[in-house]
């Protein structure tokens, strides 16, 4: 990890402020599954489902753990809707 | 001794910590996957002991005195801000009053609230199509993952050995013993072997031995919305005169989950979605409270309630054999009874039987004698 990169406050979940320490500090106390990981930190919770921080979070795990990030995925499963929908859609049958 | 725990779940974890406590120190956690990925990672995170049968009332009521001296010796989370039964129907008070006498007696302090008491607890409730309510006070509800992490953490500092996407796929027994457990990663012997492998899980296993358990999991959709300013006041708010009892609760984090007993294939796959159902799902609870229709709906997943007969859990030595236990079937209570679970669990093992007497009801037994639990008010 570059000096300047650990340095500073990055986020790396937009969705929920999820930051690059968050997931270091996290694999350090013994988070050592990346399924666990993930849903203890809830990244992929958001409205984005994981587009931006899931594959940051693997590389960082794999890179800490020896793990390969293919095995860290493996378990994702992305849920329906893939975006975010609006209740009275669903409930009305599609009226606005 | 070396104690075997199949299942890396709630209650699996819970009983591991009782055991430590008490002196056990040799344990090893099998699970078929990661940390907590049935039940324990797919439930709602909600606790009571607001119910219909005397077991569960008292077991339910001690559990959550532990979960909260857990919160200060673990450093957990949880809020005990209370669950509300709305009704709908004028005769649904005759029986929350019933049931309010019930609780009563059993040191559980619900009580029965008109619609105006109903509104100062939940903002935002239509009164005009409610006729009252039921108040459990000392419901509530917890982050999940955040509190079986920390649970985790502490059982590894502990010494509790985990082996992860280790899946049991028979039990091997010699005199009525079982000597050891045969894994996808090789064999694992013990002086004793607990099941918490949830209901499927724990069912197959024991098949392997020839005991039948009659447990099957019973499909649930829940749907969580983007997180929003606090707008739901108690831990959970549940439309009791709707078919299928829907309810909603807000998390810590903001998000509302929504969910309904809808009909479904029993152990119906993960990946097998309802999309469907979402709307059938949240509809009762917006005439209820009209504000939420204005909410997105972010995502929905698959758990399962792991129902028995008698929608009770299961509990204690499974006979005829002399070092085997279960803690399986909770239909749904799993994590709220997962510190009495270790507590019995760890009873039965180390004296015998459990400390408090109530769970003698709860063991295999009673699927042979016939005398099952009864209880009426399964939601949450």
């Not at chain 2, 279960?326 to 459990?354: E, Q, R, Y």
């Amino acid at each position: 990890m570059g000096e300047e990169v650990a340095r500073a406050v990055t986020i790396i979940c937009r969705c929920n402020d999820i930051t690059l320490d968050d997931v270091i500090n996290a694999i350090k106390a013994g988070v050592d599954d990346f399924e666990v990981l993930r849903k203890y930190l809830r990244l992929g919770f958001g409205p984005c489902q994981g587009r931006s921080c899931l594959l940051i979070a693997a590389r960082i795990y794999a890179r800490l753990t020896g793990k390969r990030i293919a095995d860290a995925l493996s378990e994702y499963k992305v849920r329906p809707p893939i975006v975010p929908v609006p209740v009275r859609v669903l409930v009305s049958g599609g009226e606005e | 001794m070396r104690v075997v725990i199949i299942g890396g779940g709630v209650s699996g974890l819970f009983t591991a910590y009782e055991l430590w406590r008490r002196g056990v120190r040799d344990i090893i956690i099998v699970e078929r996957k990661y940390l907590g990925s049935g039940g324990s990672t797919r439930n709602i995170g909600c606790f009571r002991s607001s119910f219909t049968s005397p077991e569960h009332v008292v077991l339910m009521k001690k559990s959550i005195e532990l979960w909260l001296n857990y919160r200060d010796e673990l450093g957990l989370q949880l809020k005990q801000s209370g669950y509300l039964w709305i009704a709908r129907k004028p005769e649904t008070l005759d029986v929350f009053k019933k049931l309010s006498a019930f609780h009563n007696e059993y040191g559980v302090p619900t009580r029965v609230l008109d619609p105006d008491e109903a509104e100062h607890v939940q903002p935002g409730l239509n009164k005009s199509i409610i006729t009252g309510a039921l108040f459990d006070p000392t419901a509530g509800r917890m982050p999940v993952l955040e509190n079986l992490v920390k649970l985790y953490l502490k059982l590894k500092s502990l010494g509790v050995t985990f082996h992860y996407y280790t899946e049991v796929t028979k039990l091997n027994t010699s005199n009525y013993r079982i000597k050891s457990a045969s894994t996808s990663r090789g064999e694992i012997e013990g002086d004793v072997f607990v099941v918490t492998a949830g209901g499927r899980g724990t069912r197959e296993i024991l098949a392997s031995i020839n005991i039948k358990l009659p447990v099957v999991d019973e499909t649930r959709h829940p749907v969580i919305t983007e997180p929003y300013v606090e707008v739901i006041k108690p831990a959970l708010v549940i439309d009791w005169d709707t078919t299928g009892a829907p309810y909603v609760t807000q998390t810590e984090h903001g998000g509302l989950i929504f969910a309904r007993n809808i009909s479904d294939v029993h152990e119906a796959p993960l990946t097998s979605h309802r999309v469907d159902a979402i709307g059938a799902t949240i509809k009762p609870i917006i005439e209820l409270i009209p504000v939420l229709r204005h909410v997105n709906i972010l995502r929905y997943w698959i758990g399962y309630y792991e129902t028995t007969p008698d929608h009770h859990p299961v509990y204690g030595p499974v006979q005829p054999y002399e070092n085997l236990y279960i803690a399986a079937g909770f239909s749904g209570h799993g994590l709220m009874m997962g510190p009495i679970t270790g507590v019995l669990i760890a009873d039965w093992i180390l004296n015998g039987k459990p400390s408090i007497p109530i769970a003698e009801n709860l063991t295999m037994e009673r699927f042979i004698t016939g005398r099952l639990v009864k209880e009426i008010a399964i939601v949450g």
